[in-house]
C-alpha cells in the first residue's frame, strides 16, 4: 500500500536549534508531498508542498523539505527553532488520481527555552 | 467570511442523541472531505465528496451520515454514537480531488460521547 510514514512521534529541541522532522514514503508511482501543522485545538494548516517541480520547497515560517527519490523521503527542516514552531506536524502523500491525501500519524515538536 | 468554516467547534452528546456538524467553504473549491482525528491514531479519511457526489467512502459505520446538498456546504449526521466516536472531526475542501491540489482545513468539530 502506498504510505507516508513519520519517524519519531516526539521531537524536543532547544530555541535556536536545528529543527528536523523525518517523513519517508511508499510509492511506485511519483508522488506529491505535503507538511501540515496543527497548533492545539485549530485544524491543519499547510507549510509546504511538493510537486515535482524544484526538489527543495520553501514553505511558510521558514521551514523547508527536499525531496529525495533515492531515499524515498521529505524530511522537514529549520535552521532555527522559535518557540511558536512547537505544534504537531503532519506529513501526507497524494498521486495522480488519487482521492485524497493520506496523512501519518505525526510528530509533536517541542521546543524548549 | 473566508476559509472553511466548522460548526460547532465543541459537542457533548449522550449515546442516544441525534446531532449534526456542519462544514461550509467559501473557498470555491469542488471537492470536500470528512477526517476523523482521534489521539494517538492516524488523521482517518472517512468520506469524499467531488461535485456534491460521494465518491469515497472508507468503510465508515452508519450511524455516521454525511450530506453534500451544494459545492459549499458538508454535514455529518451524528446517530447512537459510541465512546469511541469521540474524537476531534476536520472538515476539508481542494479545488479539486486528489492529486497535486492541497487541502484547507476547517478548525474542527471536537466531539465528546458520553
Known amino acids: 500500500a502506498q504510505s507516508v510514514t513519520q519517524l519519531g512521534s516526539h521531537v524536543s529541541v532547544s530555541e535556536g536549534a536545528l529543527v528536523l522532522l523525518r517523513c519517508n514514503y511508499s510509492?511506485?508511482?511519483?508522488?506529491?508531498l505535503f507538511w501540515y501543522v496543527q497548533y492545539p485545538n485549530q485544524g491543519l494548516q499547510l507549510l509546504l508542498k511538493?510537486?515535482?517541480?524544484?526538489?527543495l520547497v520553501k514553505g511558510i515560517n521558514g521551514f523547508e523539505a527536499e525531496f529525495k527519490k533515492s531515499e524515498t523521503s521529505f524530511h522537514l527542516t529549520k535552521p532555527s527553532a522559535h518557540m511558536s514552531d512547537a505544534a504537531e506536524y503532519f506529513c501526507?502523500?497524494?498521486?495522480?488520481?488519487?482521492?485524497?491525501?493520506?496523512f501519518g500519524s505525526g510528530t509533536r515538536l517541542q521546543v524548549q527555552p | 467570511e473566508t476559509g472553511v468554516t466548522q460548526t460547532p467547534r465543541h459537542l457533548v452528546m449522550g449515546m442516544t442523541n441525534k446531532k449534526s456538524l456542519k462544514c461550509e467553504q467559501h473557498?470555491?473549491?469542488?471537492?470536500m472531505y470528512w477526517y476523523k482525528q482521534s489521539a494517538k491514531k492516524p488523521l482517518e479519511l472517512m468520506f469524499v465528496?467531488?461535485?456534491?457526489?460521494?465518491?469515497e467512502n472508507n468503510s465508515v459505520p452508519s450511524r455516521f451520515s454525511p450530506e453534500c446538498p451544494n459545492s459549499s456546504h458538508l454535514f455529518l449526521h451524528l446517530h447512537t454514537l459510541q465512546p469511541e466516536d469521540s474524537a476531534l472531526y476536520l472538515c476539508?475542501?481542494?479545488?479539486?480531488?486528489?492529486?497535486?491540489?492541497?487541502?484547507?482545513f476547517g478548525e474542527g468539530s471536537r466531539l465528546t460521547v458520553l
Open positions: 476539508a475542501s481542494s479545488l479539486q480531488q486528489g492529486g497535486a491540489g492541497e487541502l484547507f
Open positions: 510509492s511506485s508511482v511519483p508522488p506529491y
Open positions: 511538493y510537486t515535482s517541480a524544484a526538489t
Open positions: 501526507a502523500v497524494s498521486y495522480t488520481g488519487r482521492r485524497a491525501l493520506t
Open positions: 473557498l470555491g473549491h469542488n471537492a
Open positions: 465528496y467531488s461535485l456534491e457526489e460521494r465518491v
